[in-house]
């Protein structure tokens, strides 16, 4: 692309839903540098507060929409990439500009190469942009990507601020410096709210970036602003049970600290054979769940969320649990190095009675985020009116699973990498060693395959912790809306069910026409496994019955069905429709299903 350039992202890839973007520049010398940062606009052209300014001590912002991934070292330079989750960015911000800064009387002309790229989801190229001249600049926009008409577009902006890092703030409206922005016109015709450079007063702007000793953790979004607080903390059942979808930085770092809180407390109670057997998992999900399922229930949501239907409520929690797990990704991330990674494979070689420090340091970002989707899929589970049974172990395995996405044989088959989203896999791929990922691979079953999952987040230079930040909230993204799909599926399969139950005239007739269906191909869908089970359990709750024959029949018998329907007097219309809904609810209804259909419509009309 040329300076002013723009273009519609849905024109260039469907798979734009999530994007990433790459700065990079280098130097004659190879070491100067420059400190990328974002400002999320509203449609006056101006942050909505200091919140939507993002930049290396800020690294998530738009409620963990927009990301810094990290700076990494290449030949003679450096490369900046930020992740943008588009489908989550607030409908309030209009647009995202992308700029740099320089410090210390620096200047962007002092750089060559300076270029930005862009690619989907799935790391095909979608644009790039390389700057011919940037001039005697300390800062420098490099584009924008901002909406228009319900579309994502990006615009190659190529533009230096020769008040430097001040000028940006005061344009932006960060800590309300500077004038309100004026409106220009775009090349495609676009009014766009815009601010050329201009001198302008100092403004609170971040210091360069200073080097940080080993030991401190830097902070994710909110944490960071407010460590120095010390407030209380608040009494929560669960880390996503007393807060808002929109979220107050403040208030969710006081719950995420409750929280890891109680978890470091849990984690001393452990001993290392605890985690190499995966006996923490068992304690965690006990703990996890006993009171929690006490308090939580359809009631609770009704009183919260009164009115309001169950999709949205799911939404809503969904968003809250993916805001927590990346808060909490940026507090543990920074305290995780290479000496992490080297205790694995010495648990058990080291006292019976003592967790290493680093290995707990660790178990607390595992625990936490295990926890926080152990609870979101049960809450959905109850959103959608789910009937589980934790004291079941069908039921607790079900849960779990759906908690942790866990398919048929994925706990042994699974690598690591495939666990990731694909922006940061190339990442993994470079710093981690077998070494590592085998030490992980020495815990068995869910713990171990939990484990596994997220040791993949430490000890990796330099990007430790807004990798942490992405994988924590894209895990719990995935979980959420994993569980979301299982249990609308099973919502709706119940609520077939018990349509299916309260509208039938011949209850115990229609399980045998119900289960003539399902068998009719030899095969047993989910969907239909589903169906079954409940309305065997709706006709026994709703009509007293229960057909013991049904339920010790091995191969059925349609002469046995078809003498039971001649047996039956009166008008049978309602078999016909139970045998249409129950051929279409795993997908499109089979020859062999049809079949079926079509010959107890013509026993009907006989009878």
Known sequence: MVQGANVGLAALSED?????????WSSPTGESDADVSLWLLGGNGRVRSDADFCFHNNPVVGNGSVQLLGKTPTADGFEDRISFDLDAVPPEVEQIVVAASRYG?????????????????????????????????????????????????????????????????????????GEEGVAARSPDGDSVPWSGPQAASPAAVPPPRAPEPESTAPLSAGAARSQEDPAGQPATGAPIDDADAEGDDDVDRKVVEHERAELREFIKGLSPDDIK?????????????SSYTEKVDWRYFQERYEGVPADAV????????????????????????????ATLGSLGGASSATVPAAVATMMVDVAFTTRLQLRLAYDVAVLYRIPLDLSDPDDMWKLI?????IKSGEMAKEGVVKAVPAIVRPVIKRFYSGGVLSAARGLPVV????????????????????????????????????????FRNEA???????????????????????????????????????????????????????????????????????????????????????????????????SRERAVISELRERCRRV
């Open 105 to 177: 009387g620096s200047h962007f002309g002092d750089l060559k190469d300076l270029y930005l790229t862009l690619t989907d989801s799935s790391g095909a190229g979608l644009v790039r942009f390389t700057v011919e001249e940037a001039g005697a600049v300390g800062a420098f926009i490099f584009g924008e990507l901002y909406r228009r008409t319900g579309e994502w577009k990006f615009r190659a902006v190529g533009q230096g601020y020769a008040s430097g890092p001040a000028g940006l703030a005061a344009d932006f409206g960060v800590d309300d410096a």
């Open 277 to 289: 057997s995966g006996g923490w998992f068992t304690k965690l999900s006990a703990q996890a769940l």
């Open 314 to 341: 799911v939404d809503q929690r969904i968003k809250m649990a993916a805001r927590y797990a990346a808060l909490e990704g940026g507090l543990s991330a920074g305290a995780y190095s290479a000496a992490v990674v």
């Open 401 to 405: 699973r759906v908690a942790f996405t």
């Open 492 to 590: 709706r399969v119940i609520e077939l069910a018990a349509g299916l139950s309260k509208r039938s005239r011949h209850p115990q007739l229609m399980l045998w026409v119900a289960w003539l269906v399902v068998m009719a191909d030899k095969k047993i869908a989910d969907d239909e496994a589903l169906l079954m089970r409940h309305l065997v359990r709706l006709v026994r709750d709703q009509h007293q019955v229960v057909d013991e024959q049904l339920a010790h029949l091995v191969d059925i018998d349609r002469a046995e069905v078809w003498r039971r329907l001649d047996a039956e007097p009166g008008d049978l219309s309602d078999l016909l429709d139970v045998a249409d809904r129950v051929a279409t609810v795993d997908g499109d209804v089979n």
């Open 447 to 486: 713990g171990k395959y939990l484990l596994r999952r997220n040791v993949i987040k430490i000890g990796i230079p330099l990007v430790g912790v807004p990798l942490a930040v992405v994988l924590n909230r894209y895990t719990t993204l995935l979980a959420g809306r994993h569980a979301q799909a299982v």
């Open 16 to 24: 734009i839903g999530s994007v990433t973007m790459s700065l990079g």
